[in-house]
């Protein structure tokens, strides 16, 4: 269970982003509300599909975002391990770097494609 709800939308996006694994979209959203730092896209919150989502015990710390939640992804019966992190409490500064609170925001790797 993730420590944060978060939900999915069903309705109509414009100019929308999806995040797809194994043909399953896990996470939806407007371009305009996700965050790109780094090479990735960070989907908000309430467009991730939780129940795809497990917390994993990999620990990771960002120098300068912070503490690192990654989460294995469990789709069509395949585990993910890893696809999927967000930084939940971020450090000092690192808001004004990025210009935004992506604080929660999910992102994606490896085998997961994140298109139009």
Not at 65 to 77: D, F, I, M, P, R
């Amino acid at each position: 269970m993730l420590p944060i709800h978060l939900a999915f939308s069903h309705s109509i996006y414009r100019d929308a982003m999806k995040a797809i694994i194994d043909g399953v979209v896990i996470a939806q959203a407007n371009e305009s509300d996700l965050v790109r730092i780094e090479g990735n896209w960070y989907f908000p919150p309430a467009s991730v599909k939780a129940e795809y989502l497990t917390k994993s015990p990999t620990a990771y710390t960002c120098s300068w975002k912070g503490a690192c939640q990654y989460y294995t992804l469990e789709v069509n019966g395949q585990s993910y391990q890893d696809r999927a992190f967000s930084y939940d409490d971020l450090i000092p500064g690192a808001v004004e770097r990025v210009g935004t609170d992506f604080s929660r925001y999910v992102s994606f790797w490896k085998d997961v494609s994140v298109e139009e």
